[in-house]
Structures are given as structure tokens and as C-alpha cells.
């Protein structure tokens, strides 16, 4: 097998490559990178915090409640879930059915 000769050497670096070895641009990408991620954060603690903001505009007596299973869901999302389900959920129809099941 016979490797072709090459005029290129370690030294023909392109001209952009002193720029991609700066501290400089190593810091912007952290800068990025980390805006980025607070970015995210901020936008998945949001989504969190829907269920509790429309408990709170409703009234609604498991406000508390739904909070906490807010802020765990961040942890297990099944929880999130939950708190979903029960602002939805006809708390009283719920009530009346159990009552008459019990019955």
C-alpha cells in the first residue's frame, strides 16, 4: 500500500484556528452555554408552576397540594401529572359519587 505524499504540514492551521484557541472564545461559549441552560430551566419551572397558579385563580381548596405535587414532579414527573388531573377534575361530582357509592 502506497501513502501519497503530502505538502501539508502541522503548521498550515487555518486562520480562524488562533480564534477557536482563545480564552475569549472559550469564555463565550461557557457564557452560552450556561445562558442556555438557565434558558431551559427557567421555561421548565414555568411548566411547572401552570397547575399551581390555576389552582390558585380557581380557588380551589387542594391548592397546597397541588403545589407540592408541582415541585416534586420536577423530581417524578407522575406527580406533575397528578396535579394536572386533580385542577381538572370536578372535585364535587367526585365527592357526590363516593358518597353515593357508599351508599
Do not use: R
Amino acid at each position: 500500500m502506497q501513502i501519497h505524499p503530502t505538502s501539508l504540514e502541522f503548521e498550515n492551521l487555518p486562520s480562524v484556528y488562533a480564534l477557536l484557541d482563545s480564552i475569549v472564545f472559550m469564555w463565550f461559549i461557557i457564557l452560552v452555554t450556561v445562558g442556555i441552560i438557565s434558558w431551559v430551566a427557567a421555561k421548565v419551572w414555568h411548566i411547572h408552576s401552570i397547575p399551581k397558579h390555576l389552582a390558585k385563580e380557581k380557588g380551589l381548596a387542594q391548592a397546597k397540594l397541588i403545589f407540592w405535587m408541582c415541585i416534586l414532579g420536577l423530581v417524578w414527573k407522575p406527580l406533575w401529572v397528578l396535579a394536572v388531573l386533580a385542577i381538572v377534575t370536578d372535585w364535587d361530582k367526585v365527592q357526590t359519587w363516593f358518597k353515593g357509592a357508599q351508599s
